[in-house]
């Protein structure tokens, strides 16, 4: 199994800026941690990050055909994106939502998930795990009789 994890705008920063807001843990130590967990259960993994909208539209156009699963955290794309929207539900591919922080438990504008609906599911609250957790409802997803 393949599953292509992507990052959104200003993901880049973490463990760096905000530390107050979303830990010392940076986007490398995630990948490596994400890497560890993959390999535990034989599966392989790529893991991107853009700030680019149209270059995240790319990489979910191009996933078809080359991975089994997508993880995304949209970041703020999460609440404005209709492109990248149309891009997950375009390619079909098993779309698990994660996010860092609890959104439901922020600023009401991050309440809303444009890509949900075209999601498997959303994950959200559980910092860096939730992207462990992203990858076990894939596999778990890709275990089922199609
Ligand atoms: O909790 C998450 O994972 C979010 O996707 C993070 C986004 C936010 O816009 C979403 O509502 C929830 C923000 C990512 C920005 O990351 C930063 C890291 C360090 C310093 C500043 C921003």
Not at 53 to 68: F, P, R, S
Request: glycine share 6%.
């Amino acid at each position: 199994m393949n599953i292509l994890f992507l990052n959104g705008p200003n993901l880049n920063l973490l463990g760096q800026r905000e530390p107050e807001k979303y830990g010392l843990t940076t986007l490398a130590d995630i990948e490596a941690s994400v890497r560890l967990e993959a390999k535990a259960r034989d599966v392989t993994v790529a893991f991107k990050q853009s700030n680019v909208e149209g270059e995240l539209v790319t990489w979910i156009q191009d996933a078809k055909g080359n991975y089994d699963a997508i993880v995304i955290n949209a970041a703020a794309y999460t609440h404005t994106s209709i492109a990248i929207r149309d891009a997950i539900a375009a390619v079909a591919i098993p779309t698990t939502e994660i996010h860092i922080s609890n959104v439901h438990a922020r600023e009401e504008f991050r309440h809303h998930s444009v890509i949900a609906s075209v999601c498997r599911g959303q994950i959200t609250g559980f910092g860096c795990f939730s992207y462990i957790l992203g990858l076990i409802a894939s596999v778990n997803e890709n275990a089922k009789p199609q």
